[in-house]
T-cell receptor, first 112, second 115 residues
Framework: AQSVTQPDIHITVSEGASLELRCNYSYGATPYLFWYVQSPGQGLQLLLKYFSGDTLVQGIKGFEAEFKRSQSSFNLRKPSVHWSDAAEYFCAVGNYGQNFVFGPGTRLSVLP | DTGVSQDPRHKITKRGQNVTFRCDPISEHNRLYWYRQTLGQGPEFLTYFQNEAQLEKSRLLSDRFSAERPKGSFSTLEIQRTEQGDSAMYLC?????????????FGPGTRLTVL
């Protein structure tokens, strides 16, 4: 069965510090992988996606993620966090034409 | 293009009442998805349409849940005889299929509170 785990429920970082959010997936075929961000009261906004090719993908707002097939991981990174990055982050897995399976999310808090 | 819209944004109802939510997808998108998101969890897939055809509905939570997309444009999600456990955020997303990326665009959601 398809599944996504995000081991960290809540992460707190200082503004300007680097960030890494973990995502592990279980999927029977070649996965399409996504990271979405959700601010309070808002819908989900796509940060980046991976389908094939270069395993390091760049997204919006300075985020990047690296696909590691051997580890079944797709971790999200940002070199310097801004206070506006405080939100809930969701990793999702899917495939061509299929619905997404989301992880439980990681809540990011940013200290001034 | 204004993105995916959902109405209402918030709904408070009493247990046992019926509720209906509306989703307007991005106009050129032929696929429309419904998800439920409970507090502290990621979105959970419920059902989806391609044009007016409902291609997957086995994930609807019970027979109290139903969805329609009669003209292949907007969609409605109805919950009959609501229960307190139905309290959640209901998200709608749309996409264009076939496309290499299957990227789904999400609306702001409808937050349901059942008293």
């Amino acid at each position: 069965a398809q599944s996504v785990t995000q081991p960290d429920i809540h992460i707190t970082v200082s503004e300007g510090a680097s960030l890494e959010l973990r995502c592990n997936y279980s999927y029977g075929a070649t996965p399409y992988l996504f990271w979405y961000v959700q601010s309070p009261g808002q819908g989900l906004q796509l940060l980046l996606k991976y389908f094939s090719g270069d395993t390091l993908v760049q997204g919006i707002k300075g985020f990047e993620a690296e696909f590691k097939r051997s580890q079944s991981s797709f971790n999200l990174r940002k070199p310097s966090v801004h206070w506006s990055d405080a939100a809930e982050y969701f990793c999702a897995v899917g495939n061509y034409g299929q619905n997404f399976v989301f992880g439980p999310g990681t809540r990011l808090s940013v200290l001034p | 293009d204004t993105g995916v819209s959902q109405d209402p944004r918030h709904k408070i109802t009493k247990r046992g009442q019926n509720v209906t939510f509306r989703c307007d997808p991005i106009s050129e998108h032929n696929r429309l998805y419904w998800y439920r998101q409970t507090l502290g969890q990621g979105p959970e897939f419920l059902t989806y349409f391609q044009n007016e055809a409902q291609l997957e509905k086995s994930r609807l939570l019970s027979d109290r849940f139903s969805a329609e997309r009669p003209k292949g444009s907007f969609s409605t999600l109805e919950i009959q005889r609501t229960e307190q456990g139905d309290s959640a955020m209901y998200l709608c997303a749309s996409s264009w299929f076939p496309t290499r990326y299957n990227e789904q665009f999400f609306g702001p959601g409808t937050r349901l509170t059942v008293l």
